[in-house]
């Protein structure tokens, strides 16, 4: 990005300048490793920056102690870190995710490409991370799941009225007496074979609304190895990353 980068203090604060031939406006990011970095369009009066950082200076000194808070809280380990990689086994993805800190209140996630995340804004707000991260799971849950369970059901010749997703704390799934289907957001991160296992229970409840001998001679006709997955499913929750399970 950087035709030229130099460092720069005001304040007591230390900056990288960078200048950018694509930058159209000044632009202020912060990150714990590489502290503050004021990015300027080509041909700005470098003899502003540290007008632009002065105004800045709120700003910065907040972001400044929560990097500093956060440090604390990693040092206590209070607190699970966020994820630079999520393995999503259940749909056979996985996706890098960085971190961009900007001036702004919110985080805003991006897919850059097929396998690589950003989130950007106010990314030293770790609960706003992770809200938005799981935003992001739940529409990626949706759309692969959604048609993974109409595709399983329409081969059976199963009828299913809708499909949910929600992140639950002792469910993997659910069946309505009027045929939808939840599922839980997790099932993200389990092997595919027992997110199919979840899929198949539940589309046989669609037929038998319990647990009856005759509801698990149709589940074996679906899943002859249904017994060790069922048994599988208990400890199923260690698949589930730490920085994801906690909370609920
Ligand atoms: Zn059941």
Redesign the pocket.
């Known amino acids: 990005m950087s035709t030229q980068s130099f460092r720069g203090n005001s304040s007591g604060i230390h900056y990288t300048v960078k200048v950018s031939r694509r930058a159209r406006h000044t632009r202020l990011k912060m990150s714990p490793e590489e502290g503050l970095t004021v990015v300027v369009p080509t041909g700005f009066d470098l003899q502003r920056v540290p007008v632009v950082v002065e105004s800045k200076m709120a700003w910065i000194l907040k972001v400044q102690s929560t990097f500093a808070k956060h440090r604390l809280a990693d040092f206590g380990q209070t607190r699970v870190a966020l994820p630079e990689v999520i393995e999503l086994c259940g749909i056979g993805e996985t996706w890098r995710v960085g971190y961009r800190e900007e001036c702004r209140e919110s985080v805003k996630i991006t897919e850059l490409g097929l396998g690589e995340l950003e989130l950007s804004g106010a990314v030293s707000d770790h609960a706003l991370c992770l809200a938005s991260l799981e935003q992001w799971l739940k529409r990626r849950a949706k759309l692969r799941f959604e048609s993974q369970l109409m595709r399983l059901a329409s081969i059976n010749g199963f009828k299913v009225s809708g499909v949910s997703v929600r992140k639950q704390r002792s469910r993997w799934g659910s069946c309505s007496t009027r045929g939808n289907i939840n599922l839980n957001l997790k099932l993200l991160f389990l092997p595919p074979l027992l997110v199919r296992y979840i899929m198949i229970?539940?589309l046989c409840?669609t037929v038998h609304m319990n647990?009856s001998a005759r509801y698990w001679e149709a589940v074996e006709r679906y899943d002859p190895d249904y017994v060790a997955h069922d048994r599988e499913m208990r400890h199923a929750w260690r698949f589930v990353p730490a920085w994801f399970s906690g909370n609920r």
């Open positions: 229970h539940e409840h647990h």
